[in-house]
Every structure is written in structure tokens, then in C-alpha cells.
């Protein structure tokens, strides 16, 4: 199983970025894929996850109608689009494998993470 998220940068407070995961190595049509995020010094939050059936779910209420994500399974990749990124969105971006998508469900694998940093 390898995952490689890309697509971080810097990013005016108010901008947005599309972060894309690619997957090889699995068929990624049977899992749920989500992205979870880590601050400096913070401990690992879930961001958003969509299952295999493509319905998707958001953990964080700070990232409802601002994020969405979705999947196209043929091309093996997984997107999330931010939109009015703030400033406590500054972290580093992990795309991962879950089980299922529900707070009770941690992370299967995960690869690289990309960096997000939001700031003027």
C-alpha cells in the first residue's frame, strides 16, 4: 500500500488549495480514504473521509462547507479541496486508508504528508 499526498503550500488566509493523494499498490476501490492532519506540536486530527461507495464525511466542524473531498477510483486518486483556509489550518496533510469512515475507525497506512501553511 503506498500513498502520497502533494499539493501543500503557502496560502493567503482566505485562499484555497486542492490536495491530491495518489494510491498504488491496492485496489482503492474497496476502501475508504480519508485525510487527517497534524500540527506542530498537536496531535493528529481526521479532517474528512469518504467511503468506498462515495458518500463522504466530515470529522471536524471547523471544516464543514469550507473542505470537500472526493475520489475518482480509475484514476486512483483522491482529492481535497480547501477552500477559506485559515490560519489554524496550518499543518502537515496525511491522506490515509481507513477501514470505514467514523471517529472510531484510526488509520490503516498512510505515506508523506504534504505541508499546508496559511498565513499572510
Known amino acids: 500500500v503506498q500513498l502520497q499526498a502533494s499539493g501543500g503550500g503557502l496560502v493567503q488566509p482566505g485562499g484555497s488549495l486542492r490536495l491530491s493523494c495518489a494510491a498504488s499498490g491496492f485496489t482503492l476501490d474497496y476502501y475508504a480514504i480519508g485525510w487527517f492532519r497534524q500540527a506542530p506540536g498537536k496531535e493528529r486530527k481526521g479532517v474528512s473521509c469518504i467511503s468506498s461507495s462515495e458518500g463522504s464525511t466530515y470529522w471536524g466542524d471547523s471544516v464543514k462547507g469550507r473542505f470537500a473531498i472526493s475520489r475518482d477510483n480509475a484514476k486512483k486518486k483522491v482529492y481535497l479541496q480547501m477552500n477559506s483556509l485559515r490560519p489554524e489550518d496550518t499543518a502537515v496533510y496525511y491522506c490515509?486508508?481507513?477501514?470505514?469512515?467514523?471517529?472510531?475507525?484510526?488509520?490503516?497506512?498512510w505515506g508523506q504528508g504534504t505541508l499546508v501553511t496559511v498565513s499572510s
Open positions: 490515509a486508508t481507513y477501514a470505514a469512515c467514523g471517529l472510531n475507525f484510526p488509520p490503516l497506512s
